[in-house]
């Protein structure tokens, strides 16, 4: 079975700087996806980042990257110029190739902004 | 377009009650899926459905815990005889591919409190 570690329950960062959340994963397959969600006080999952296995290039969406090392099975989100709408619950998630139908998630990490 | 839609946000229970949490997927989405999120957790797979189909229920409960998804109306997830330990949020998501070939859209989640 597939497991995602994130190893920093709580991090924080100050506002317009950068902070690194990092998330390993334990997986046989070739072909997966992995994805960070963020989860502000709201409690909704909103999907941040969506990475492809077979993608050697790193996924980017706004000041929002990710370093995606497939043989080391890491996958950390990187937020640039951290914003205070930034502070949530960010988890990181993998999910297998066409056939199956769950998404593992890991536990999350906190993170906060201080202005 | 509307986004996933869940109700109640908040239900309370007394113990050996039922309780009834709607979803109400995308327009568009037939692939639904129902995750339970305990306190300092992440999110842990319950069911995923398609019209009138269970998918694959392999992360529900085996006794009290049900869901159905018919063809006309959302999907329900039933809790019968409630306990204490079924307190969580239920996050209901629906996507137009199943999981892994594309992401997740999320509702915002019903709060179970059992008394």
């Known amino acids: 079975a597939q497991t995602v570690t994130q190893s920093q329950p709580e991090m924080s960062v100050q506002e317009a700087e950068t902070v690194t959340l990092s998330c390993t994963y334990d997986?046989?397959?070739?072909?997966?996806?992995l994805f960070w969600y963020k989860q502000p006080p709201s409690r909704q999952m909103i999907l941040v980042i969506r990475?492809?296995?077979?993608?050697?290039q790193n996924a980017t969406e706004n000041r929002f990257s990710v370093n995606f090392q497939k043989a080391a099975k890491s996958f950390s989100l990187k937020i640039s110029d951290s914003q205070l709408g930034d502070a949530a619950m960010y988890f990181c998630?993998?999910?297998?190739?066409?056939?199956?139908?769950?998404?593992?998630f890991g536990k999350g990490t906190k993170l906060s902004v201080i202005p | 377009n509307a986004g996933v839609m869940q109700n109640p946000r908040h239900l309370v229970r007394r113990r050996g009650q039922e309780a009834r949490l709607r979803c109400s997927p995308m327009?568009?989405?037939?692939?639904v899926y129902w995750y339970r999120q305990l306190p300092e957790e992440g999110l842990k797979f319950m069911v995923y459905?398609?019209?009138?189909?269970?998918?694959?229920e392999s992360g529900m409960p085996k006794e009290r815990f049900s869901a159905e998804f018919p063809k006309e109306g959302p999907s329900i997830l039933r809790i019968q005889q409630v306990v204490r330990g079924d307190s969580a949020a239920y996050f209901c998501?629906?996507?137009?591919?199943?999981?892994?070939?594309?992401?997740?859209?999320f509702g915002e989640g019903s709060r179970l409190t059992v008394l």
């Open positions: 998501a629906s996507s137009p591919l199943p999981t892994g070939m594309g992401e997740l859209f």
């Open positions: 997986t046989s397959e070739s072909d997966y996806y």
């Open positions: 990475q492809e296995a077979y993608k050697q």
């Open positions: 998630a993998y999910g297998s190739g066409a056939g199956s139908y769950q998404l593992t």
């Open positions: 327009k568009g989405h037939s692939h």
């Open positions: 459905l398609q019209k009138e189909n269970i998918i694959d």
